[in-house]
């Protein structure tokens, strides 16, 4: 018998079990999957038992917090209201926010105290040439071009107008130049030679040849290959601009590059065309930027502290030079 029956398997064995006469046969796969149905019925059946108190915590939330509302916000209606009613009815009281406000009550029957200004009558000694000198400090565009105004000094006008290259310039400029000079700076990074002489029209115009403006750009036109357009626009510039000075600053040594560079040889012969057609005008001048390695930043394109020092100093002497014949004031 035992060798019909043979030897069983480990992963199929069964065991007979006699229900109501009947044999029931059972192996340890639906032992594994009826133990995993007891675990998930378990965890189902908590799972809603945590929903369920938590829909009973969140109503009783709920149900205080109206109360809260309604008893803090509803207050019943006065008696006369109810007589006119003949309800106990609620109404709603908007609160008010500006609860830190302290309202101040009127009392009719207290006698208020009336104060009196005792230096009102200093009032009529007040100087009333002080309105007009007002006003025209307003006009002026800074507060050292009034003090000249009224020593009756005579003062310089200088406007700045380039790229990235004279940033921060105007400021150097004016603590060189000092309080009889008024300077102006207009930058416009990226801009080329095209943008930077359209700058400040409404003011340029009103120049005269005490005045003086400084042009710095070139060097993104340079960059682009279009040095011509640069040397263009700079001879318009200074044709259209006759009735004043005009100084011009050289396009800067390019050190972010190699020296066999075509940019840098292009700046080479930018500066010379420069020079070369700045020397037919009297009124205008160009001024050589600073060359040192030293005086620009670690990248090399533009100039450092020490490079603006330097130029701003050389636009001071060039101004001095032509506004001012005493060479004692030259800073270079």
Same mark, same amino acid.
């Given at each position: 018998?035992?060798?019909?029956?043979?030897?069983?398997?480990?992963?199929?064995?069964?065991?007979?079990?006699?229900?109501?006469?009947?044999?029931?046969?059972?192996?340890?796969?639906?032992?594994?999957?009826?133990?995993?149905?007891?675990?998930?019925?378990?965890?189902?059946?908590?799972?809603?038992?945590?929903?369920?108190?938590?829909?009973?915590?969140s109503l009783q939330v709920q149900q205080r917090g109206h109360q809260a509302i309604e008893?803090?916000?509803?207050?019943?209606?006065?008696?006369?209201?109810?007589?006119?009613?003949?309800?106990?009815?609620?109404?709603?009281?908007?609160?008010?926010?500006?609860?830190?406000? %302290?309202?101040?009550? =009127?009392? /009719? +029957?207290?006698?208020?105290? #009336? @104060?009196? *200004?005792?230096?009102?009558?200093?009032?009529?000694?007040?100087?009333?040439?002080?309105?007009?000198?007002?006003?025209?400090? %307003?006009?002026?565009? =800074?507060? /050292? +071009?009034?003090?000249?105004? #009224? @020593?009756? *000094?005579?003062?310089?006008?200088?406007?700045?107008?380039g790229d990235s290259h004279a940033r921060d310039c105007a400021q150097k400029l004016s603590?060189?130049?000092?309080?009889?000079?008024?300077?102006?700076?207009?930058?416009?990074?990226?801009?080329?030679?095209?943008?930077?002489?359209?700058?400040?029209?409404?003011?340029?115009?009103?120049?005269?040849?005490?005045?003086?403006?400084?042009?710095?750009?070139?060097?993104?036109?340079?960059?682009?290959?279009?040095?011509?357009?640069?040397?263009?626009?700079?001879?318009?510039?200074?044709?259209?601009?006759?009735?004043?000075?005009?100084?011009?600053?050289?396009?800067?040594?390019?050190?972010?590059?190699?020296?066999?560079?075509?940019?840098?040889?292009?700046?080479?012969?930018?500066?010379?065309?420069?020079?070369?057609?700045?020397?037919?005008?009297?009124?205008?001048?160009?001024?050589?930027?600073?060359?040192?390695?030293?005086?620009?930043?670690?990248?090399?394109?533009?100039?450092?502290?020490?490079?603006?020092?330097?130029?701003?100093?050389?636009?001071?002497?060039?101004?001095?030079?032509?506004?001012?014949?005493?060479?004692?004031?030259?800073?270079?």
């Open positions: 018998m035992a060798d019909e029956i043979g030897v069983p398997n480990n992963s199929s064995v069964k065991s007979s079990v006699n229900t109501n006469n009947s044999e029931v046969f059972h192996c340890k796969k639906c032992e594994e999957v009826e133990y995993q149905l007891q675990q998930a019925l378990e965890e189902f059946s908590s799972a809603q038992l945590i929903i369920q108190m938590l829909k009973e915590e008893s803090r916000n509803l207050i019943q209606c006065n008696q006369q209201d109810t007589v006119e009613t003949n309800e106990n009815k609620w109404s709603e009281v908007i609160p008010t926010h500006n609860r830190r406000i %302290k309202q101040v009550n =009127s009392y /009719p +029957n207290v006698q208020q105290i #009336k @104060t009196h *200004n005792r230096f009102q009558v200093l009032e009529q000694f007040r100087d009333h040439s002080d309105s007009g000198d007002g006003q025209k400090s %307003k006009k002026s565009r =800074s507060v /050292p +071009n009034a003090i000249m105004k #009224k @020593t009756g *000094n005579k003062c310089h006008k200088v406007i700045l107008i603590n060189y130049l000092g309080t009889s000079y008024e300077v102006i700076g207009y930058v416009s990074p990226g801009a080329g030679q095209e943008v930077i002489t359209n700058l400040a029209n409404k003011e340029l115009d009103q120049l005269t040849q005490e005045d003086l403006v400084v042009v710095c750009g070139g060097a993104n036109n340079i960059s682009k290959n279009n040095s011509m357009k640069g040397l263009s626009c700079a001879t318009k510039f200074i044709q259209h601009r006759r009735h004043t000075n005009v100084l011009l600053i050289n396009a800067p040594h390019r050190y972010d590059l190699e020296e066999s560079s075509c940019v840098t040889k292009e700046v080479e012969l930018f500066n010379r065309k420069l020079t070369h057609f700045v020397k037919q005008y009297n009124h205008a001048e160009v001024i050589a930027i600073g060359e040192k390695r030293e005086q620009y930043t670690k990248h090399g394109l533009h100039m450092n502290k020490k490079g603006k020092e330097y130029l701003s100093r050389k636009i001071a002497d060039a101004i001095y030079r032509l506004c001012n014949p005493d060479p004692n004031t030259y800073y270079s």
